[in-house]
């Protein structure tokens, strides 16, 4: 596809514990970086930067470059490692905002801690998001 620009996809990360999943929230989540390194926004050591430089600007020091793809193939190809996955939203929407969730994640089984991974799609058209999204779901 001529002219269709770089496609970025940005993945993030939530943390189920047993103790947790009581109450219906996350152990942690945040962004998930190259190399496997997991950037948690909901630790002591984000509340203490977003108290120095605020809560934008701590996110955008924690936010790790985001995979970059020059095709729809290369994208879906690299996001099929990944699943199965679950949309965030049914019917897939057009404005962008839907994202992919594995739909089974890694489970720690020594703590029962299971991590699953989102992938956010940026930089591409409604059409390309609704393709690549339907080729992975």
Request: aromatic share 12%; glycine share 10%; with cysteine.
């Amino acid at each position: 596809m001529v002219g269709m620009g770089t496609i970025k996809i940005q993945i993030t990360f939530d943390k189920v514990s047993p103790e947790s999943a009581e109450d219906g929230d996350f152990s942690d989540h945040g962004f998930y970086g190259e190399g496997g390194w997991y950037f948690s926004i909901a630790d002591e050591a984000f509340e203490e930067r977003c108290n120095k430089v605020g809560r934008d600007q701590a996110l955008k020091d924690m936010t790790p470059e985001p995979d970059e793809f020059e095709s729809v193939d290369e994208a879906v190809e690299f996001l099929s490692n990944y699943g199965p996955f679950e949309a965030s939203c049914y019917p897939l929407c057009d404005n962008g905002h839907c994202w992919v969730t594995q739909a089974d994640g890694d489970t720690d089984y020594s703590t029962g801690e299971v991590t699953r991974l989102s992938f956010h799609l940026d930089g591409v058209t409604p059409e390309i998001h609704r393709e690549i999204l339907t080729a992975v779901l």
